[in-house]
């Protein structure tokens, strides 16, 4: 019963095609409904139609993330449930000091990375969660893609499941995006190849025993079954760097920071699925 | 004549027979007008069994990640992303199959097909797999004696076969 909607589903298409999974729903814990298909944002003209990277993974994994019993990551946003409410650092407070219990975060997820009007910057959701740490816990700020520090992206986006990814794209941030927009599509490395050569042109299409999906990263946190652990997005982006035989960005590197933004913005209208579960 | 002129111009030393001259470089490769190179990188023959397992090995030409080849079905996951390599000796010839493989941007300028038999000119060069930087020229990802045979091997994909 658990699966009922996503069974329902793939029962009605031919068993083997890859096209089954691709029409399946995917509902969470039988009544969450995850947008996993919806129309381009205006301002990206070369796609008519944005996917999740959970249309394109197989049945079996895509079962793992329409239960939370099942989906591995979750064990890891209870973690970071804890550190939410432990007092840390020299001003003694918790997360849950300045803003109760993590619930309250819901809405936060979808917007970052979001300009921050004091510091002048754009800001990723690690980068907020650090500035915390350091000007209000007055506590050490984590490593960019630590444990402690995907546990807690890992939280912030499960509570947001289901809200659409809805990143601004105009005013101040224009300047960061159109960096973000030229990394994307800059043919790095000894392959010479872009995030769009294999993400926008050829998704859905296999790279030898890889199904590329549009590489988008509504899904972030994702749990992957292949290191057993959760994934922060810039530990992806520098996997997919360094597979091109290019020397990578660091994870928070004003690059990786400017090309979160672009990428996130053409998930606009997806939901927020972490912490999703890939292979 | 063209090969000696060549030769001559990167100030290769002749041991006994031009069989045995150092590889043509990277860098002085002679593109055609179409992308195609009319002369052997090596003077060596190439070797179409060595060429196949290049076509496949993941470290190497890894062509079936992007190429169906029927030929090669024995070996698991061909990809989606290029054309099919079946019959491609009949529409190609084996100098523009060599220009193909050495630099296929020469011959389809915005292709997303790696080039195999070149050293620099590259955006943040890698040292291989790593993620660290490499200084240029890098190790091509083929040497030309397996850029030979793997067009050795890709001239063996005619209707025949």
């Known amino acids: ?35 996993t298909r919806a129309p381009a944002p205006d301002h990206l003209d070369r796609l008519s139609e944005i996917t999740s990277g959970w249309v394109y993974r197989s049945r079996e994994t895509q079962e793992l993330q329409a239960d939370d019993f099942d989906n591995p990551g979750m064990i890891f946003v209870d ?32 917007v970052y ?33 630590s444990g402690d520090m995907v546990n807690m992206e890992a939280l912030m986006a499960s509570v ?28 790095f490395g000894q392959l010479e190849l872009s995030c769009a050569n294999c993400h926008e042109d050829n998704y859905d299409n296999n790279i030898r025993s890889d199904h590329l999906s549009q590489g988008q990263i509504n899904g972030f946190p994702v749990y992957r079954l292949k290191n057993a652990r959760l994934n922060a997005t810039h ?10 035989r290019a020397e990578t960005f660091s994870a928070g590197s004003p690059e990786f920071v400017a090309l979160e933004l672009y990428v996130a913005s053409r998930g606009n209208g997806l939901s927020v699925e972490g912490p999703s579960v890939r292979n | ?11 290769v030393v002749f041991a006994g027979t031009a069989v045995l001259a150092d590889p043509v470089a990277p860098t002085e490769v ?24 290049i076509m496949v090995d993941r470290g190497k030409g890894n062509c079936i990640a ?19 390599l079946d019959g491609v000796a009949d529409r190609w010839t084996e100098s523009d199959l060599r220009g193909l493989v050495a630099n296929a941007k020469m011959v389809f300028p915005d292709t997303m097909m790696p080039a195999f038999y070149k050293s620099e000119g590259y955006i943040r060069p890698g040292d291989g797999y790593t993620g660290s930087a490499a200084e240029e020229p890098l190790e091509p990802i083929l040497e030309a004696q397996e850029v030979e045979d793997v067009v050795a091997y890709l001239m063996t994909l005619n209707e025949a076969n």
Not at chain 1, 235 to 244: H, K, N, P
Not at chain 2, 4 to 11: F, L, Y
Not at chain 2, 66 to 84: K, S
């Open chain 1, 1 to 35: 019963m658990k699966h009922y909607a996503l069974s329902a589903v793939l029962g009605l298409a031919a068993a083997t095609s890859a096209l089954a999974q691709e029409e399946a729903q995917l509902v969470i814990n039988g009544d969450l409904e995850i947008t």
């Open chain 1, 79 to 110: 973690d970071a449930r804890a550190a939410w409410a432990t007092a840390e650092g020299a001003a003694e407070q918790s997360c849950q000091s300045c803003h109760g219990d993590p619930e309250e975060m819901a809405g936060v997820r979808p």
């Open chain 1, 113 to 145: 990375p979001k300009w921050n009007e004091d510091a002048g910057e754009v800001r990723t959701l690690a980068m907020q969660v650090n500035d915390c740490r350091e000007t209000r816990m007055e506590a050490e700020p984590w490593g960019y893609t």
């Open chain 1, 160 to 187: 947001s499941r289901g809200m659409p990814i809805n990143v601004a794209i105009d005013g101040p941030v224009a300047e960061t995006l159109a960096k973000g927009e030229e990394l994307y599509y800059t043919r």
């Open chain 1, 235 to 244: 530990s992806r982006f520098r996997g997919c760097v360094r597979d091109t």
């Open chain 2, 1 to 11: 004549m063209k090969h000696s002129v060549k030769i001559a111009a990167v100030g």
């Open chain 2, 30 to 53: 002679a593109y055609g007008d179409y992308g195609e190179v009319e002369t052997s990188l090596t003077g060596t023959p190439g070797d179409p069994a060595a060429g196949e397992i």
């Open chain 2, 66 to 84: 992007c190429h169906q080849v029927t030929a090669l079905e024995q070996y698991p996951f061909h990809g989606e992303v290029g054309p099919t």
